[in-house]
Nanobody, 126 residues
């Protein structure tokens, strides 16, 4: 069993920055890709960013490319999402997820993740 706990969400003005963290329990964290997804009110969950098991390979949604950075610290069992130049449309609940395939690469498909956190709210005021 893996537990993922997100933190770092909050209220920020447009143009500001936030850093989300996702702490994972268990010993399996370092061998798996990790991803961030988000869901705005009334919308479907969408992919934001993912990082491969080693931290070298990353993958971003076009909407956040150049503004968000995903990285991980395997020694701390934690994955981060640094969000800069935030926009009103970034407002959503952000979820982290663990890849389901050992040493798998980063993916934007929700079905390739087997554990999800409870989410953290990010609100960007315009």
């Amino acid at each position: 069993q893996v537990q993922l706990v997100e933190s770092g969400g909050g209220l920020v003005q447009a143009g500001g920055s936030l850093r989300l963290s996702c702490a994972a329990s268990g010993r399996t964290f370092s061998g798996y890709a990790m991803g961030w997804f988000r869901q705005a009110a009334g919308k479907d969950r969408e992919f934001v960013a993912a990082v491969g098991w080693s931290g070298v390979v990353t993958y971003y949604a076009d909407s956040v490319k150049g503004r968000f950075t995903i990285f991980r610290d395997n020694a701390k069992n934690t994955v981060y999402l640094q969000m800069n130049s935030l926009k009103f449309e970034d407002t959503a609940v952000y979820y982290c997820a663990k890849g389901g395939v050992r040493t798998g690469g980063p993916s934007g498909r929700p079905g390739e993740y087997d554990y999800w956190g409870q989410g953290t709210q990010v609100t960007v005021s315009s």
